[in-house]
């Protein structure tokens, strides 16, 4: 399979089998991960990676309950149902035989600290850092991630609904680095057979501008 080829072939798929994913094919992955392009090669990801299938499913109960605390701040019952409606994308991770957690750490821009020690305007700094350019470098090591698993035959789910509750995920992972916050989620595992398809894109005449 060629880049392009695993572009197109690959979907969010979840629903996974039982079967182990090696640890050497996860490696393989998150190698690939960190070959991504990264904002002034800061390299600010990091990747914990769950197996534990009782910890997998504890953290999605955490993620529901989370997700039902929130859903009470809403003031009619249209809008709540609204809400718990898509928890079952949140918890699609739920049985995985793998979960991996992508953490990021704070972009350190060279010309913010230089502008605001000069007294810039707010306008300027905030421009600046409208790019989110930390988030930006975690999405290439992701989807790098997303590809190479594909290309070996394995299934994903790219999430960052359940980072909701990170508070509380942390708690029960025992997982903290001092700078780093949880950005995403990917779920990793076989596909069953028959998984839904992937979902049209818009046509490129939407999306794309030409400028001679």
Not at 58 to 67: F, L, N, P, Q, Y
Request: proline share 6%; net charge negative; charged share 25%.
């Amino acid at each position: 399979m060629n880049v392009l080829e695993a572009i197109y072939a690959r979907k969010s798929v979840r629903k996974y089998t039982d079967e182990i994913v090696p640890k050497e094919d996860i490696l393989k992955m998150l190698e690939a991960a960190t070959q991504a392009p990264s904002p002034k090669h800061q390299q600010n990801w990091n990747f914990v990676v769950l197996t534990n299938r009782d910890l997998i499913n504890k953290m999605a109960d955490i993620v529901t309950e989370s997700h039902e605390k929130l859903g009470e701040i809403a003031k009619t019952e249209k809008d709540r149902d609204k809400h718990m409606s898509v928890i079952k994308y949140y918890t699609c991770f739920r049985n995985a035989p793998v979960v991996v957690m992508v953490y990021g750490s704070e972009y350190k821009m060279i010309e913010y600290k230089i502008l605001k020690e000069n007294n810039a305007p707010q306008e300027v700094l905030d421009m600046l850092v409208s790019p989110q350019s930390a988030a930006q470098g975690i999405g290439a090591a992701v989807e790098n991630f997303l590809l190479a698993a594909t290309d070996m035959g394995y299934a994903t789910c790219y999430m960052t609904g359940p980072t909701h509750a990170k508070a509380q995920i942390e708690e029960l992972i025992g997982f903290d680095k001092p700078g780093f916050e949880l950005m995403s989620m990917i779920s990793l595992g076989v596909p069953k057979e028959h998984t839904a398809p992937k979902p049209p894109r818009k046509p490129l005449e939407e999306v794309v501008t030409f400028i001679d």
